[in-house]
């Protein structure tokens, strides 16, 4: 009984055993997914240092919130009400 947050996008895999792999091109991913109305989107902490190759333009308008395992994951995904 609980909703995904609405404009919600969620970069990076997770494996069967749970490892976080990083997204690739992030800077170009989250600028496309802002220009097609993603207002949040969830990215692997191991892109951590590449934020800062993202136009602050973008961060302006897009929510972007780390994970390192799939609880956090979730917990950032999901809107609790």
Do not use: H
């Not at 494996?15 to 990083?22: N, P």
Request: proline share 6%; net charge neutral.
């Amino acid at each position: 009984k609980k909703n995904l947050k609405p404009g919600l996008a969620v970069l990076g895999n997770i494996s069967v055993g749970g490892a976080v792999e990083k997204s690739i091109n992030l800077a170009d991913k989250i600028t496309m997914l802002s220009e097609n109305g993603a207002k949040t989107t969830i990215v692997p902490m191991d892109n951590l240092p590449e934020l800062a190759n993202v136009p602050a333009s973008v961060l302006g308008n897009t929510d972007v919130p780390f994970y390192s395992n799939n609880q956090m994951l979730m917990q950032k995904g999901i809107l609790l009400e």
